[in-house]
């Protein structure tokens, strides 16, 4: 079985999948730069025991990053608890999707992976929108090529902004409102931080399709897709394993080679 990871700045996935593909389990956990292998490979272990699953079980790792700093110490963790070297995915140098943006090594690996999977399973052209850290939209040409993508805060990161530089505001959850004009200020936060990225991804979409050429399938990805996606009739569908299924290809890619 492949253990695939995916490392982002806020979010780390740990993806279990099997030979054709299927994400037996997935793990999203709290992103911590400051671990040591040993941390990490105990971590780790602990998500497999939990899963009732046998580290001998994995015969496979691969690894996409957007954090260099935990890199050191999650290959550490793989060769000592796994017996495995990972395979990094490096986006300039996979092959299985070209990358048209002006700097390939500037795309994150995340991108890429969810590029990957994306094309594979609903065709191109299309625009995956990822809310994470970032809130990304990226587009993908009807030749299968990742043209480049718009780049927005992210939700939580936007409501910790807006509430660490302000004296009375209160944390909210990220929550779909009920109306437009709040009544109270948690009301007010959550109509003004939801609609607007609602309004944000219905105008960057209409956007998107003027300069792909027509309407565009949209998918969206990433820890509140769902809540993003309920109120927003631009995304058609929500698939959280994006990414693992472009690691898996990945990984395949590179084993066929």
Not at 138 to 160: E, K, Q
Request: glycine letters at 8%; charged letters at 20%; a neutral charge.
């Amino acid at each position: 079985m492949l253990l695939a990871i995916d490392v982002g700045n806020t979010e780390t996935k740990f993806g279990i999948l099997d030979e054709d593909g299927s994400v037996l389990q997935m793990w999203r956990v709290r992103t911590l730069i400051d671990r040591t292998p040993d941390e990490l490979g105990v971590f780790i272990t602990q998500l497999f025991a939990v899963a009732k699953l046998e580290l001998r079980t994995i015969d496979r790792i691969v690894i996409a990053s957007v954090v260099p700093k935990l890199d050191f110490a999650l290959v550490g963790a793989c060769k000592r608890f796994f017996s495995l070297t990972p395979t990094m995915l490096a986006p300039e140098k996979q092959r299985l999707i070209q990358i048209e943006s002006e700097r390939a090594a500037e795309v994150g690996a995340d991108l890429v992976a969810a590029a990957i999977g994306g094309a594979a399973r609903y065709g191109t052209p299309l625009i995956i929108a990822s809310y994470g850290t970032a809130t990304v939209f990226t587009a993908i040409s009807r030749a299968g090529a990742f043209l480049g993508a718009a780049i927005a805060p992210g939700i939580n990161v936007s409501i910790d902004a807006l509430v660490g530089r302000t004296a009375k505001l209160p944390q909210i959850a990220f929550d779909p409102p009920q109306r437009a004009i709040g009544r109270n200020t948690v009301e007010a936060l959550q109509a003004g931080i939801m609609l607007g990225v609602v309004g944000a991804t219905r105008l960057l979409v209409e956007r998107f399709n003027e300069e792909l050429g027509g309407r565009t399938r949209v998918i969206a990805t990433g820890g509140l897709a769902e809540v993003v996606a309920r109120s927003c009739p631009a995304i058609d569908i929500v698939d959280p394993h994006l990414s693992m299924l472009g690691l898996y290809l990945f990984a395949n890619a590179i084993r066929t080679a």
